[in-house]
Nanobody, 124 residues
Framework: QVQLVESGGGLVQAGDSLRLTCSAS????????VAWFRQAPGKEHEFVAA????????YYHNSVKGRFTISTDNAKNTVYLQMNSLKPDDTAVYYC?????????????????WGQGTPVTVSS
């Protein structure tokens, strides 16, 4: 059974960059789409970015557009989230997830396989 494993989080300063990695342990990403979500303390899961395997353009939350980039390797074993120009508001636990969301790429409930998360803290 495929499991998702995130890594790459850490403590950085505002303006710094981080690259998060989501690996499909035990297989490849077989669902229709993969996405990154984040959850800050006391808040709900927030959509960050999504990538459909159909080849459509990646989809981003407005708050990260132009700063974050979602990408994958050709073997569909790993998905990345390159995060540049980080801000304190980006502080959260970041999760990758896969599912069959159709047009609802931003909805957490549309994803049925989640990783354990990796924490990102951005200091001002």
């Amino acid at each position: 059974q495929v499991q998702l494993v995130e890594s790459g989080g850490g403590l950085v300063q505002a303006g710094d960059s981080l690259r998060l990695t989501c690996s499909a342990s035990g297989g490849t990403f077989s669902a229709d789409a993969v996405a990154w979500f984040r959850q800050a303390p006391g808040k709900e899961h927030e959509f960050v970015a999504a990538l459909s395997w159909s080849g459509d353009s990646p989809y981003y939350h407005n708050s990260v557009k132009g700063r974050f980039t979602i990408s994958t390797d050709n073997a569909k074993n790993t998905v990345y989230l390159q995060m540049n120009s980080l801000k304190p508001d980006d502080t959260a636990v970041y999760y990758c997830a896969t599912g069959t969301p159709g047009l609802r790429l931003w909805m957490p409930d549309e994803y049925d396989l989640w990783g354990q998360g990796t924490p990102v803290t951005v200091s001002s």
